[in-house]
């Protein structure tokens, strides 16, 4: 106990060596912040993103608050495998990394860019090949801006886009992967009157059809992520033009561009929109007759990948029960459930039940076995008597009569071998 007493000697000592370390701090941070190679980390940021599969020019680099650089003016331009290019600007982005978590396996790191009219926030902490959490929350965000919405829809889509997805697996695979995903698009709008919408596999969709300017006012939903499984939940919107919703599960899987997608689409123009579009109406009436539900709207079946999708399918009923799960899943062994034993018909009469068996004796003189007559039913309860007057005891109960005995049976012929 004597090592541990602070002596003011000790305590001096202490304090002498924790002024060092903390200006020994101080003065790497500074040598970090002037002597840093920004130009370098400039460089290690554009193979990074060459390596996958974009090409980047950054204007400018400098320092950010804390352990982070700075980067302005972002050139990104795409290089897909097939069609054009897509090429968007980022005002600026900021990348920290949390110095505690260089001293552990699962260095964490943070993205903070200014870009597409909002903010995008950007946090991640991954070991590789071993567990990771990925966090993305974007705020009044310009749908019309956001690369990879067009092309995924094959329609222009605008409004404010609120987002927020927070994933994280213990394995290092998505197919484990747990978390939320929730949305919010105000102001939305899908389609601009110019542009037309072509559909591969559909002899009337796949000439285009110039959709109108279809306002879809707030659509907001979320998806719950448990084990790989991501279920829509309330997706829908509903405006003076129409009514729009979606129901579906996508099964994860690595690589990511591997996941399935099973979900139905309904949707519901209103009669003034399909009045000032009669192209609209005829098609919806030639190709999507097979899809007419009882309600005056139409339903899409939609399934694929996230690489690829299937050519939608009109259809008036959709794959999903009332809970929101499939009825069938693609893939998956339908469930067995053990048979009930058949019921009787009612038209068929239940067999009567057995009557019980019948007593028996055996005789001992001729060693046949004889019925035993069934006993006599009891003697009826003898009639109430008046009320004794009070203080006379009552009178005894008669005394019960004695069964006669009943010499068995003999058969004629037969002496008589009792003696």
């Given at each position: 106990?004597?090592?541990?007493?602070?002596?003011?000697?000790?305590?001096?000592?202490?304090?002498?060596?924790?002024?060092?370390?903390?200006?020994?701090?101080?003065?790497?941070?500074?040598?970090?912040?002037?002597w840093f190679p920004y130009e370098r980390a400039k460089d290690v940021a554009v193979a990074m993103a060459a390596a996958q599969g974009l090409d980047v020019?950054?204007?400018?680099?400098?320092?950010?608050?804390?352990?982070?650089?700075?980067?302005?003016?972002?050139?990104?331009?795409t290089r897909p495998p097939s069609g054009k290019p897509t090429r968007f600007l980022v005002e600026r982005a900021r990348v920290t990394v949390s110095p505690l978590s260089l001293l552990g396996s699962a260095p964490a790191v943070e993205i903070d860019a200014t870009a597409f009219g909002g903010e995008i926030v950007l946090a991640q902490k991954s070991v590789k090949k071993g567990p990771f959490s990925i966090g993305v929350k974007l705020s009044s965000v310009n749908l019309a801006e956001l690369p990879g919405v067009r092309e995924t829809i094959n329609l222009p889509l605008a409004g404010t886009l609120a987002f927020d997805m927070d994933i994280a697996s213990s394995s290092g695979r998505?197919?484990?992967?747990a978390g939320q995903i929730s949305f919010r698009c105000e102001s939305c709008v899908l389609g601009d009157g110019r542009t037309p919408l072509r559909v591969e596999g559909n002899p009337f969709l796949a000439g285009g059809l110039t959709l109108?300017?279809?306002?879809?006012?707030?659509?907001?939903?979320?998806?719950?992520?448990?084990?790989?499984?991501?279920?829509?939940?309330?997706?829908?919107?509903?405006?003076?033009?129409?009514?729009?919703?979606i129901e579906g599960e996508s099964q994860l899987r690595d690589p990511l561009g591997a996941s399935s997608i099973n979900a139905?689409?309904?949707?519901?123009?209103s009669d003034i929109l399909l009045k000032n579009a009669d192209k609209l109406a005829t098609i919806l009436q030639m190709a999507g007759g097979a899809g007419k539900?009882?309600?005056?709207?139409?339903?899409?079946?939609?399934?694929?990948?996230?690489?690829?999708?299937?050519?939608?399918?009109?259809?008036?009923?959709?794959?999903?029960?009332?809970?929101?799960?499939?009825?069938?899943?693609?893939?998956?062994?339908?469930?067995?459930?053990?048979?009930?034993?058949?019921?009787?018909?009612?038209?068929?009469a239940a067999p009567a039940p057995a009557p019980p068996p019948v007593p028996t004796t055996e005789s001992y003189v001729t060693n046949e076995t004889i019925p035993t007559p069934p006993p006599a039913p009891p003697?009826?309860?003898?009639?109430?008597?008046?009320?004794?007057?009070?203080?006379?005891?009552?009178?005894?109960p008669p005394p019960p009569a004695e069964p006669e005995a009943t010499p068995p049976s003999q058969p004629e012929g037969e002496p008589d071998q009792t003696r």
């Open positions: 106990m004597a090592f541990w007493t602070l002596t003011p000697e000790r305590k001096r000592v202490l304090r002498r060596s924790a002024l060092q370390s903390g200006f020994g701090l101080l003065v790497f941070i500074v040598g970090l912040y002037i020019e950054i204007g400018s680099v400098g320092r950010a608050f804390g352990f982070g650089v700075t980067f302005r003016d972002i050139v990104v331009r998505f197919a484990d992967a109108p300017r279809v306002r879809l006012g707030t659509l907001n939903g979320r998806v719950a992520i448990e084990k790989g499984l991501a279920k829509l939940q309330g997706v829908e919107a509903k405006s003076p033009d129409g009514e729009l919703s139905y689409l309904r949707f519901k123009f539900r009882p309600d005056g709207g139409y339903g899409v079946r939609l399934g694929g990948s996230f690489a690829m999708m299937s050519p939608p399918v009109f259809s008036p009923t959709s794959q999903f029960g009332s809970s929101g799960l499939p009825a069938t899943r693609p893939g998956a062994r339908p469930s067995i459930a053990p048979s009930a034993p058949p019921r009787p018909s009612a038209a068929v003697p009826p309860p003898p009639p109430p008597e008046p009320e004794a007057i009070r203080g006379t005891p009552p009178p005894p």
